[in-house]
């Protein structure tokens, strides 16, 4: 058995994760100001899930940072790419 984006998290309030609602709501808040965040800039061999492992203590949430950093797919984000990083995973939980 594997775990995948859409397996429920009770880090995120035991909801199915990363769902387009959940990333078109994270985009919207982003927008609005409603988002605590910092930015990084990715060096070589950073990772989002790795990112998401110091920030939030969980690997698997790597894309509430692809949401909030308008990325498609984790996989595709070079050195030099500008990410965006909710830094409270409180506001987040009230959003998906």
Do not use: C, H
């Amino acid at each position: 058995m594997y775990i995948n984006r859409y397996a429920s998290d009770n880090l995120i309030n035991g909801k199915i994760l990363g769902t387009s609602g959940a990333v078109l709501r994270i985009r919207n808040a982003l927008s609005s100001g409603d988002l605590s965040t910092t930015t990084l800039v990715l060096q070589e061999a950073d990772r989002l899930d790795t990112i998401a492992g110091k920030f939030y203590d969980d690997g698997r949430l790597w894309w509430v940072i692809a949401a909030a950093s308008g990325i498609g797919w984790w996989l595709q984000v070079p050195a030099g790419t500008r990410i965006v990083v909710p830094t409270d995973l409180n506001q987040v939980k009230g959003l998906v």
